[in-house]
């Protein structure tokens, strides 16, 4: 089967996954991509771009497109000849949540909702996002003053299934604790995320400060990517951890971000926006012990014995926990082995079949022209 793979932001965890499938399929997976900037932008005018681009639609069996393109547009430019297109939700513009004062565009909302509606197969990277997105697109369809067409989504959701993204390991899969690095003297909390405001980033250097106060020793990292406008509490963190700062800037080089991984003893994610969890898992996989919030995505990633010191309740929680194993690391070797080894099962090397399956099923075998 031969895949067109369009994905209008190519950038973060969207080209991580684009690139990770696109490796590991075993079908010819051809990714079509625009720059990781302004997208909104990208919402009303990828489809045009991409169609543009693409010089024989025909040859393709799938379009695989992600949530920034406009699927109704993107069929309508293509035409009769244009093969069946799957959706895949990264996130939505339903129910994404806002920056302060920051008024939500309801058109782009309603764009997810029309895109689902005209696609063939419709995939999600969790079963909270699902529910999310059907949560969030009824409410809209209730604000509407008429025509009000609540039966689409019945539609959309029989098309529908969560289908988890891989991640990128080496050939190791996982780290077990003999491979770890040691060479700290100090344990290692690890920030791997986007330098956004849904990642929430006050609450986690709030929680760090404090124990820092408190005569707590530790070493921090702070990588991930950054995009636009960098949040004020990004700003002065090299003056309020100076002893503990060990990186502060994101890792270019796939081997130096794993290196630090490999030395982190705890990834905290404080998240008021997660439909996945790539960065953690990838921390996880390389034997970081995570620490997350009992919401959002987060309680889908782990197993159902570990979850009790794994999920945190809230800010407090979040401390006394952190505090514990920056203490007593040692005490956590041997679960952070077992939560590493469950992590390497979301490796492409594993998820690319299920991917593969997946939409193979979407369009039939009887439609596959290969």
Same mark, same amino acid.
């Given at each position: 089967?031969?895949?067109?793979?369009?994905?209008?932001?190519?950038?973060?965890? +969207?080209?991580?996954?684009?690139?990770?499938?696109?490796?590991?399929?075993?079908? #010819?997976?051809?990714?079509?991509?625009?720059?990781?900037?302004?997208?909104?932008?990208?919402?009303?005018?990828?489809?045009?771009?991409?169609?543009? #681009?693409?010089?024989?639609?025909?040859?393709?069996?799938?379009?695989?497109?992600?949530?920034?393109?406009?699927?109704?547009?993107?069929?309508?430019?293509?035409?009769?000849?244009?093969?069946?297109?799957?959706?895949?939700?990264?996130?939505?513009?339903?129910?994404?949540?806002?920056?302060?004062?920051?008024?939500?565009? %309801?058109?782009?909302?309603?764009?997810?909702?029309?895109?689902?509606?005209?696609?063939?197969?419709?995939?999600?990277?969790?079963?909270?996002?699902?529910?999310?997105? %059907?949560?969030?697109?009824?409410?809209?369809?209730?604000?509407?003053?008429?025509?009000?067409?609540?039966?689409?989504?019945?539609?959309?959701?029989?098309?529908?299934?969560?289908?988890?993204?891989?991640?990128?390991?080496?050939?190791?899969?996982?780290?077990?604790?003999?491979?770890?690095?040691?060479?700290?003297?100090?344990?290692?909390?690890?920030?791997?995320?986007?330098?956004?405001?849904?990642?929430?980033?006050?609450?986690?250097?709030?929680?760090?400060?404090?124990?820092?106060?408190?005569?707590?020793?530790?070493?921090?990292?702070?990588?991930?990517?950054?995009?636009?406008?960098?949040?004020?509490?990004?700003?002065?963190?090299?003056?309020?951890?100076?002893?503990?700062?060990?990186?502060?800037?994101?890792?270019?080089?796939?081997?130096?971000?794993?290196?630090?991984?490999?030395?982190?003893?705890?990834?905290?994610?404080?998240?008021?926006?997660?439909?996945?969890?790539?960065?953690?898992?990838?921390?996880?996989?390389?034997?970081?012990?995570?620490?997350?919030?009992?919401?959002?995505?987060?309680?889908?990633?782990?197993?159902? #014995?570990?979850?009790?010191?794994?999920?945190?309740?809230?800010?407090?929680?979040?401390?006394?926990?952190?505090? +514990?194993?920056?203490?007593?690391?040692?005490?956590?070797?041997?679960?952070?082995?077992?939560?590493?080894?469950?992590?390497?099962?979301?490796?492409?090397? +594993?998820?690319?079949?299920?991917?593969?399956?997946?939409?193979?099923?979407?369009?039939?075998?009887?439609?596959?022209?290969?």
């Amino acid at each position: 089967m031969k895949i067109l793979f369009l994905e209008p932001f190519y950038g973060g965890s +969207h080209k991580v996954v684009a690139d990770g499938f696109a490796a590991c399929s075993r079908h #010819q997976v051809d990714i079509l991509s625009l720059a990781p900037r302004f997208w909104k932008w990208r919402m009303r005018g990828s489809a045009l771009a991409f169609i543009r #681009q693409i010089k024989n639609l025909t040859e393709y069996d799938l379009v695989f497109a992600t949530d920034m393109v406009d699927v109704t547009d993107f069929k309508a430019l293509a035409g009769p000849q244009c093969p069946p297109v799957v959706l895949y939700f990264h996130e939505n513009q339903l129910s994404y949540p806002l920056e302060p004062g920051e008024k939500r565009d %309801f058109h782009l909302g309603f764009t997810n909702i029309i895109s689902a509606l005209s696609a063939e197969g419709v995939f999600f990277n969790s079963q909270f996002h699902r529910d999310d997105f %059907f949560s969030a697109a009824k409410a809209l369809i209730r604000k509407m003053p008429d025509l009000r067409p609540g039966w689409i989504l019945d539609k959309i959701r029989g098309k529908t299934c969560v289908l988890y993204p891989g991640i990128d390991l080496d050939s190791r899969g996982f780290v077990t604790s003999e491979q770890r690095d040691s060479s700290l003297d100090l344990p290692l909390v690890i920030w791997n995320h986007r330098w956004e405001y849904d990642k929430n980033p006050k609450a986690f250097f709030n929680v760090l400060e404090r124990l820092k106060g408190r005569g707590i020793l530790f070493y921090l990292a702070v990588m991930g990517e950054q995009y636009g406008t960098v949040p004020e509490e990004f700003k002065g963190i090299e003056e309020r951890f100076d002893a503990e700062l060990l990186v502060y800037r994101y890792q270019e080089q796939v081997a130096d971000y794993r290196k630090w991984l490999a030395k982190g003893s705890v990834v905290i994610s404080t998240a008021i926006q997660e439909n996945f969890g790539i960065s953690v898992l990838e921390a996880v996989a390389h034997g970081c012990f995570p620490l997350l919030p009992n919401r959002l995505s987060y309680p889908e990633l782990i197993p159902e #014995q570990l979850k009790s010191d794994v999920i945190y309740r809230d800010d407090a929680d979040l401390e006394a926990r952190l505090e +514990h194993i920056l203490v007593q690391p040692q005490v956590y070797q041997e679960r952070a082995a077992a939560l590493s080894a469950h992590a390497a099962g979301f490796s492409w090397s +594993h998820m690319a079949e299920k991917w593969d399956e997946a939409l193979y099923q979407t369009i039939g075998s009887g439609r596959s022209r290969n």
